[in-house]
């Protein structure tokens, strides 16, 4: 059992009523993102009613429509976190249609999760700081993006002209050209190269491309792999570089991570993918006993699914590349007057609020 999850798992909490809201916004990846938040509400020990709130982000829209139209799910009790997310297993996530993807019910299941832990907190007036002992600092932050179709820096130019101290995270496709590729490392601002080698029937799947993936090694030596396809081509290409590599998209818990090819010196942390709070809590914890470094990831969080992600890393992960920039940055259009990196540490909210 994890020590973590061992100090919130104890947690009385009672369900009176759930409700859900549904977002859309445009991205700059190109795409409409569809997120649907959860509210669990509840009285405490003495009779004040608090909501708590979790974000599903499950990526296809058939089934945020889906969900629309299926009944509430049945979470009314007592309960205490424990028993609730042993509840949740007995729960059908996807109950008019299976997910379009298996990712799916880790995504939804996070929501709920995430929704009932924030309950328990501020039914028992704790911020998750106080429960787990460890106080939030300031958080270092990158952007991420793409550099559009064809590829061109000028996405990049006009972020780094608003906010010269920007550091980015970056998906490079096999039509980033040589020239291209020293613009953009003459920068000196990329972290993260996020390759995608391991995503399968996504829009964004890249094949594994050796000659890509060399060029990218050398021009960027010092920036952190992610997601790399390791095939007999690409794996020459990493010898002596293992340090450099991150996993993101198959790092579900413990399990998946002793799984990967070699021991990781890093790893992308996108709590919604663990599913429960309890898989979550043992892999950082996993991570921190042998040294793994962590950043926390984002999925295009629409509403308070980012400040979860931010709380997250100001708890565990604050100094990483994280993946958890404002949600402006994802805009369409480069915003002024953002917030830069490192973001102030949140105060000890009750629940798993940021302020």
């Not at 609730?84 to 109950?95: A, G, N, Q, T, V």
Request: cysteine-free; aromatic content about 10%; glycine content about 8%.
């Amino acid at each position: 059992m994890s020590d973590l999850f061992d100090a919130v798992s104890g947690l009385p909490l009672s369900i009176e009523s759930t409700d859900r809201t549904r977002r859309d916004r445009d991205t700059s990846s190109g795409f409409v993102r569809t997120t649907t938040t959860f509210r669990l509400s509840g009285p405490d020990a003495e009779g004040t009613t608090h909501t708590g709130r979790g974000e599903d982000v499950t990526y296809d829209t058939e089934d945020h429509d889906a969900l629309a139209d299926a009944p509430a799910f049945d979470l009314e009790g007592e309960y205490t976190f424990a028993s609730f997310s042993e509840r949740l297993d007995d729960i059908d996530l996807f109950p008019t249609k299976d997910p379009e993807r298996e990712t799916g019910y880790h995504y939804r299941r996070w929501a709920l999760e995430s929704a009932g832990l924030d309950l328990a907190l501020r039914q028992n007036d704790r911020s998750l700081g106080e429960a787990v002992g460890r106080d939030p600092d300031p958080i270092r932050f990158v952007a991420s993006m793409r550099l559009g179709d064809p590829p061109t820096t000028d996405r990049l130019n006009a972020m780094r002209d608003e906010y010269p101290d920007a550091e980015f995270k970056l998906d490079p496709t096999p039509d980033w050209d040589a020239d291209l590729i020293e613009a953009v490392a003459a920068t000196d601002a990329v972290r993260i190269l996020d390759l995608k080698g391991l995503y399968e029937g996504t829009e964004v799947d890249v094949e594994p491309d050796p000659d890509l993936y060399a060029r990218l090694v050398d021009a960027f030596p010092d920036a952190v792999i992610e997601d790399p396809a390791l095939t007999s081509e690409t794996r020459p290409l990493f010898d002596g570089e293992e340090g450099r590599i991150s996993w993101d998209y198959p790092i579900t818990g413990v399990e998946s991570v002793e799984d990967l090819p070699f021991e990781p010196r890093w790893l992308n942390v996108k709590p919604s993918r663990f599913g429960t709070v309890q898989s979550l809590f043992e892999t950082i914890e996993w991570a921190e006993a042998r040294g793994v470094q962590l950043y926390g990831g984002g999925q295009f969080e629409l509403g308070v699914g980012r400040d979860h992600i931010q709380l997250l890393a100001a708890l565990f992960y604050p100094d990483g590349p994280n993946d958890v920039a404002p949600g402006g940055y994802n805009d369409p259009e480069v915003r002024t007057g953002l917030p830069t990196s490192p973001l102030d540490a949140p105060a000890h909210s009750v629940g798993l609020s940021w302020d």
